[in-house]
């Protein structure tokens, strides 16, 4: 197990905020998606690259739980590793913090599908090096 | 308990279509919002009204599964409804279904705020009577 | 020169408001988007269709005018139809009121496209007997 | 008149392409966002600190001409810079490109508001250095 946690920055637009003057809560599976995007990008494996061997990830289950509300022009820090991969499925965990402090925190499980047949396929091996866990934790 | 379940129609524009050629998943998020508001007008506290009140009901917690996906000028039925409110948070969970057939469902969970102070204040009164459960499940 | 104007009511979700508490302006697009569907389903053409006929309609140039904001809540009128079809263009023009009163208006300019090419292609016939003026104005 | 061009990079996620598998023409409005917002940091006038001081640059015109699409995972440059500010009101221009490629580009026009009467106001003085020309161009 060698966890590679990916991270990036983010800057808040207003097109993101709400009139409750924080982040809507749905842009933040489209944060959970930008870095998974990083985190791929990383293990050497783009996510685009992945579709043009022919697999697809399709998100099977979001999780997020909202701890603090981020705001416009916020600078945010934006985590993500890869939880789990076993079988047909990964679990990726995110988390959205500013200076520090956690905003945000969940997780999404995809399946690997295989694009011509359109059936899940066994997970990418190359993904269990940089797994936090053995195997699902439930 | 008597549970109101509110349900709508909505039609997928291309928007919300991703390059798999389905509704990426942020969007049901959206979705769950849309029917909420639904749901409070059915039950006569629309959520403008319940902020010019001075309440408000963040998400602290969403959760969503994916069974098949929607895709473009789909005509969606989308419904929701209380799950239980106590103490200073309600639960409201929600279904995705194209000709009756279950695509997402999950659920958003919410704080009572009392916008002048920021404190979480008691849920209101008026959900009691529609909520599916008498007391959270977990 | 018939002209059909297609009409259509639309809840506007807190998703789309931020947080000047008013329509976040990209969201009109959107709702041209929308209007441009329930268009091309009334005169018999729904896009969906035409894209599995072999074209496709990209926008090549969007205008909008912003007069009054559109707030969370609500129920707003939103109108299109065919300014013109020459070519291998078309141009469609939109309104959105709020209770007969104008919030915005604009045009999406369209090119006619050949998916099977990629190359631009004569205007759909059907959509002729529906446009506004014979000609483009400028 | 000393032109300033803010310049910044942008990856496009999988939630901003649609099913023709390029990027959905309404989020090249929130590119334009994020670039105003690098502007107004680059001059010195962050947006946020605007509002704070009583003032908002609300969008009463958007126009945008798309050239080719963007695809998932490019790394786009954006670019903006005041075009002019006259009386109550201001210009952005705007650019999308791709390894240097004209993608798209556009402007938004904006009202300079005094946000405690509502009433448009004379735009700041601080803009006037840094726009490409003296006075509107129609």
Redesign the interface.
Known sequence: MALHKATMQY?V???E??????V????Y??YF??IR?VLLRDIGL???ELERKGF?L?????????KK?AR??DDLQIAGWLAWAQGVRCRVDCEVRRDGVLLAEGY?VHACIDRASGKPTRILPEFAPFCAQDAPAH
Chains 1, 2, 3, 4 share one sequence.
Do not use: C
Request: no cysteine; aromatic share 16%; glycine share 8%.
């Open positions: 800057r637009p207003y097109a905020t709400d009139q409750m003057g924080v809507y809560y749905a842009h599976l489209v998606e930008r995007g783009p996510y685009g697809a399709p998100v099977i289950e979001a999780h997020v739980e909202y509300p416009y022009e999404t």
